[in-house]
C-alpha cells in the first residue's frame, strides 16, 4: 500500500496564532480562521470547540501539511521531533555564503516573534536552534 502525504500535527496552547507563525515562516498562505469555523458550525461543531484546530498547506503540493491542535497542558519537556528549515543552499556553496543566508532568515523569524537559542558550529556545519511562539524547536540551516 502507498503511503499518502504526511501531516505533521503540533499540539499547542494557541492554534489559530501558531498557524498563522509557520505559514509566515514556510511562506504558506495563512489560516482561514473564519472559514474554518463556518465550515465546522454547518457541521454542527459545538461553538466553544471552534478554535481547537487550524490546518496550513503548501499551495504548490511539495511542503508539509501542518496541523496545529489545542491540549490541555503546557509543553514542559524537549520536543522528540523538530523542523529543520534548509535555507542555506546547496552544499557546493560557499560556506560564507550559506552563513549569510541562514543569518538573515533567522533575523526574519525572530521578527515573527522566534527565539533563538544557540549558533552550533561543528563538523563543517552552520545552524542555529531556535523556539516558535510556543517552545516547540525547530533548526534554521
Do not use: S
Amino acid at each position: 500500500m502507498a503511503l499518502g502525504r504526511v501531516q505533521i500535527t503540533v499540539d499547542c496552547a494557541e492554534p489559530a496564532a501558531l498557524a498563522r507563525f509557520w505559514a509566515a515562516v514556510l511562506g504558506y498562505p495563512p489560516p482561514d480562521v473564519e472559514g474554518t469555523h463556518a465550515v465546522l458550525k454547518a457541521l454542527g461543531q459545538r461553538e466553544d470547540t471552534l478554535g481547537n484546530w487550524y490546518r496550513i498547506e503548501d499551495p504548490a503540493g511539495v511542503g508539509p501539511r501542518l496541523a496545529f491542535q489545542r491540549v490541555p497542558e503546557p509543553k514542559v519537556v524537549k520536543n522528540r521531533v523538530h523542523l529543520d528549515l534548509n535555507v542555506g543552499g546547496p552544499r557546493t556553496a560557499p560556506p560564507q555564503e550559506r552563513r549569510r543566508r541562514i543569518d538573515a532568515e533567522v533575523d526574519r523569524l525572530v521578527g515573527l516573534k522566534a527565539r533563538k537559542v544557540k549558533t552550533v558550529e561543528e563538523r563543517g556545519e552552520y545552524f542555529v536552534n531556535m523556539l516558535d511562539p510556543e517552545g516547540n524547536e525547530f533548526d534554521v540551516q
